[in-house]
Nanobody, 124 residues
Framework: QVQLVESGGGLVQAGGSLRLSCAASGRTFSKYAMGWFRQAPGKEREFAAGISWSGGSTYYTDSVKGRFAISRDNAKNTVYLQMNSLKPEDTAVYYC?????????????????WGQGTQVTVSS
C-alpha cells in the first residue's frame, strides 16, 4: 500500500498560479502511473491530470488543458501539478492518486490509493 501526502493548496485570485506536490512512500514509486483528481462542492470527484510511470506520457481533462501541467521526479518520489491561469471553477479539493498496477496508463483508470486532499480556492 502506498501513502500519499499532498501539499501546496491555498487561496489565489483568478488568473494566478499554484503548484501542488504529492510525496509518495511505501512502494516503488517509479513503476506506477500517478495523477490528480479534484472534487468541487456538491460534485463528484473527477479526473484532472495523469502521468505515466516514466513521465513520458501525460493526459488531461479538457477543462485544464493548456493551463495545468503534471510532472514527476522519480528520484524524490514526488508528483507535481502546476496550475496556471486559475479560474473560480477550479475551486475544489485536489487529491493525489496512485495507479493500482505497475506500468499503467496516464489515464489512471484503476486507482489504488488516495491522498488526504488539499484545498484550492480561486477567488474572482
Amino acid at each position: 500500500q502506498v501513502q500519499l501526502v499532498e501539499s501546496g493548496g491555498g487561496l489565489v485570485q483568478a488568473g494566478g498560479s499554484l503548484r501542488l506536490s504529492c510525496a509518495a512512500s511505501g512502494r516503488t514509486f517509479s513503476k506506477y502511473a500517478m495523477g490528480w483528481f479534484r472534487q468541487a462542492p456538491g460534485k463528484e470527484r473527477e479526473f484532472a491530470a495523469g502521468i505515466s510511470w516514466s513521465g513520458g506520457s501525460t493526459y488531461y481533462t479538457d477543462s485544464v488543458k493548456g493551463r495545468f501541467a503534471i510532472s514527476r521526479d522519480n528520484a524524490k518520489n514526488t508528483v507535481y501539478l502546476q496550475m496556471n491561469s486559475l479560474k473560480p471553477e477550479d475551486t475544489a479539493v485536489y487529491y493525489c492518486a496512485a495507479d493500482r498496477t505497475t506500468y499503467g496508463s496516464s489515464r489512471l483508470t484503476n486507482v489504488s490509493s488516495w491522498g488526504q486532499g488539499t484545498q484550492v480556492t480561486v477567488s474572482s
